[in-house]
């Protein structure tokens, strides 16, 4: 069974940078996608960012496009999320899925695939 760890959350002043990991073991992810998604009070979840393992794409929630960065470490099995130019807005829990899915703009995690979240808090 695959267990999915995240790690890097904390407290930033608007305009400031985070960076995520998200560590998953138990199988091998050679045709996965894996990625973040994250959940605000009262809101429902938000896909944020994924990365695919078999040929290199990536794909970005219109919300954080062209301030957060997805990348690989496939030593450790391990994705990164680099968060620059933070926002209040941006405030949430940030999940990692191990096995994402889309049709067209619309991503979905995999309901066996799931981290167990880490805070990101973004003040000005």
């Known amino acids: 069974q695959v267990h999915v760890v995240e790690s890097g959350g904390g407290s930033v002043q608007a305009g400031g940078s985070l960076r995520l990991s998200c560590a998953a073991s138990g199988r091998t992810f050679n045709d996965y996608t894996m990625g973040w998604f994250r959940r605000a009070p009262g809101k429902e979840r938000e896909f944020v960012a994924a990365f695919n393992w078999s040929d290199g794409s990536t794909y970005y929630g219109d919300s954080v496009k062209g301030r957060f960065t997805i990348s690989r470490d496939s030593a450790k099995n391990t994705v990164l999320l680099q968060m620059n130019s933070l926002e209040p807005e941006d405030t949430a829990v940030y999940y990692c899925?191990?096995?994402?899915?889309?049709?067209?703009?619309?991503?979905?995690?995999?309901?066996?695939?799931w981290g167990q979240g880490t805070q990101v808090t973004v003040y000005s």
């Open positions: 899925n191990a096995d994402i899915s889309n049709v067209g703009s619309y991503f979905w995690g995999d309901y066996e695939s």
